[in-house]
Antibody, heavy 120, light 107 residues
Framework: EVQLLESGGGLVQPGGSLRLSCAAS????????MSWVRQAPGKGLEWVSS????????YYADSVKGRFTISRDNSKNTVYLQLNSLRAEDTAVYYC?????????????WGRGTLVTVSS | DIQMTQSPSTLSASVGDIVTITCRAS??????LAWYQQKPGKAPKVLIF???GLESGVPSRFSGSGSGTEFTLTISSLQPDDFATYYC?????????FGQGTKLQIK
């Protein structure tokens, strides 16, 4: 059974940093692209970032480009999202999602999410 | 970037109804479209991939169609468990984009 477990969320002040982690199990992690999708309170889904299976390519939404960094450690079956220069509008539940292919595709599995709150 | 526009934003229906949700892409995405269902406090769940492919374990009352820029999700014979919010998503190219969502509520 595929499992994705996010961690690292919490309360942070504007301008601060956090690192989110997503520990994966139940599949061959190094075979699939991974992504982060967020959802602000009461709002819709917003794709944040994706990384190909070997980490060779990364993609970002314009809203986070230059502030967030996605990475993965295939030896630890974990994908990360480093959040820097956080703003109030980054407040959201951050979901980790597994794609169906090495470079992308739809998201067939999702974690439960981790809440990031940016507030002073 | 490819914009995805869903309609309606809210839909009221009764158990047993047939409902259709529409998603329009700002440019052709072939059939690189997925539909997700999300219930309050839960992660999204994929229903349909590649415009019309039914995800394993999803009831057959869910169906998807379309190609290019126009897509539909149809739920035949609504069940109580189907009242949720639905999102379309294009994965033709990065940045991946979602529609704004359609909230399906009980009439």
């Amino acid at each position: 059974e595929v499992q994705l477990l996010e961690s690292g969320g919490g309360l942070v002040q504007p301008g601060g940093s956090l690192r989110l982690s997503c520990a994966a199990s139940g599949f061959t992690f190094s075979t699939y692209a991974m992504s982060w999708v967020r959802q602000a309170p009461g709002k819709g889904l917003e794709w944040v970032s994706s990384i190909t299976n070997n980490g060779g390519n990364t993609y970002y939404a314009d809203s986070v480009k230059g502030r967030f960094t996605i990475s993965r450690d295939n030896s630890k079956n974990t994908v990360y999202l480093q959040l820097n220069s956080l703003r109030a509008e980054d407040t959201a539940v951050y979901y980790c999602a597994k794609a169906v292919a090495t470079t992308g595709g739809h998201f067939e599995n999702w974690g439960r999410g981790t809440l990031v709150t940016v507030s002073s | 970037d490819i914009q995805m526009t869903q309609s309606p934003s809210t839909l009221s229906a009764s158990v047993g109804d047939i409902v259709t949700i529409t998603c329009r892409a700002s440019q052709s995405i072939s059939t690189w479209l997925a539909w997700y269902q999300q219930k309050p406090g839960k992660a999204p769940k994929v229903l349909i991939f590649k415009a019309s492919g039914l995800e394993s374990g999803v009831p057959s009352r869910f169906s998807g169609s379309g190609s290019g820029t126009e897509f539909t999700l149809t739920i035949s014979s609504l069940q109580p468990d189907d009242f949720a919010t639905y999102y379309c998503q294009q994965y033709h190219s990065y940045p991946v984009t979602f529609g704004q969502g359609t909230k399906l509520q009980i009439k």
